[in-house]
Each structure stands twice: as C-alpha cells, then as structure tokens.
C-alpha cells in the first residue's frame, strides 16, 4: 500500500540558512509525488510536483526537490530560508484510486530570526 | 482564474446537529475531493465527486455524506454532528487526468461544542 513518511515533525532553522526537509514514500509503481505547504489556517498550496523526467524539480517560492528513486525519497530543499517560510510542509502520493492523496504527517517549520 | 472557493470559512455546531459545506472548483475541473484535517490524524480522505457520482470513498461512517451538480460545485454534509469531527474540512479540484494534480481551497474550520 502506498504511504509517505515525513521523519521530523518540527525543524528550526535561522534566516538565510538552507533548509531541507525529508519526504519517503512507498508506493508500487513509478510515483507521483508532491509537495504542499499550508501556512496556519490557511488550505494547502501546491510547490512542486513530479510526474517524470529530470530527477530535480523546481517550484515556486525558490523551492526544489530531488527524485532518488534508490532511495524512496523526495526531499524538500531551498537554498537561503525566509521568515514568510514559516509554514508546515506536507508531502503526497497517489493513494491508488480517484481523486485520493496520501498525505505525510507534515513538517512544521519555524524561523528564526 | 479563480481558485477553489470554500463556504462558509467558519462554523460552530453543538453534537447532534447536521452541517453542511460546499465547494467550487476551479472553472473546467470536474473532479472534487474532500478531506478531513486534524492535529491527530492528520489529512485523511473523505470521498471524491467525478460527473456527479462519488468514485471512491475513504474510511469514515455514513455519516458523512456529499454530492456534485452538473455544474462540478460540490457539497458534503455530516449529520449527527460529534465532538470528534471538529475538523478543517478542505476541498480539492482537479482536471480529471493520469497523473492528475489537486489544487485546495482555504478549507471549512469546523467546531462542535
């Protein structure tokens, strides 16, 4: 059965330091993965996806993923954190039927000034 | 164009009461999805609406219920209300295609007292 794991539920990091956040899945075919980020009470906005192809992604908000199928992962990364950053961040799969997404547990962020 | 539009944002329910949410998509998608957050299972899938038919439904009691116009809105409706379904209830519309991306809207906070 498809599943996503997120390992860390809460990470800190400083402004301006880069930040990467872990995502693995496991699902039976070749996946589609994605990633969300909801700000407090807000819905979810999508960054990135992929689908196939080049391994990297790239997204909104200065955001990028990479592919590594060897290793079931799909990690979140940006080079320089903003303080409009602070969010939580949840990554997705296909739960194998219509219209059903398979959601991690998410990862809050928070910044520090 | 306009995203997905979710009403109302907020409601306050005492148990046993019934509720209902609706939602429209963006223009030309035709598949909603429905989810239920909370802080301790997190998003989990409620049903999806293709053609004003549910296509597949995920693990909760009959008491939650939904249907899709002709024109793709899309309502759900929970009777006998509970504590534990106080919830953001957000709704999701997609074009309908292999693979497919969901676009949210802000979401319904729910509270039952």
């Known amino acids: 059965a498809q599943s996503v794991t997120q390992p860390d539920i809460h990470i800190t990091v400083s402004e301006g330091a880069s930040l990467e956040l872990r995502c693995n899945y496991s699902y039976g075919a070749t996946p589609y993965l994605f990633w969300y980020v909801q700000s407090p009470g807000q819905g979810l906005q999508l960054l990135l996806k992929y689908f196939s192809g080049d391994t990297l992604v790239q997204g909104i908000k200065g955001f990028e993923a990479e592919f590594k199928r060897s290793q079931s992962s799909f990690n979140l990364r940006k080079p320089s954190v903003h303080w409009s950053d602070a969010a939580e961040y949840f990554c997705a799969v296909p739960g194998g039927s219509h219209g059903n997404l398979i959601f991690g547990k998410g990862t809050k962020l928070s910044v520090k000034p | 164009k306009a995203g997905v539009t979710q009403t109302p944002r907020y409601l306050i329910k005492t148990r046993g009461q019934q509720v209902t949410l609706s939602c429209s998509p963006i223009s030309g998608h035709r598949s909603v999805s429905w989810y239920q957050q909370t802080p301790g299972q997190g998003l989990q899938f409620l049903f999806e609406?293709?053609?004003?038919?549910?296509?597949n439904k995920g693990n909760f009691p009959g008491r939650f219920s939904g249907r899709q116009f002709s024109n793709s809105r899309s309502e759900m409706n929970v009777s006998t209300l509970e504590l534990g379904d106080s919830a953001l209830y957000l709704c999701?519309?997609?074009?309908?295609?292999?693979?497919?991306?969901?676009?949210f809207g802000p979401g319904t906070r729910l509270t039952v007292l």
């Open positions: 999701a519309s997609s074009l309908d295609r292999t693979p497919d991306t969901q676009y």
């Open positions: 609406y293709f053609s004003e038919t549910q296509r």
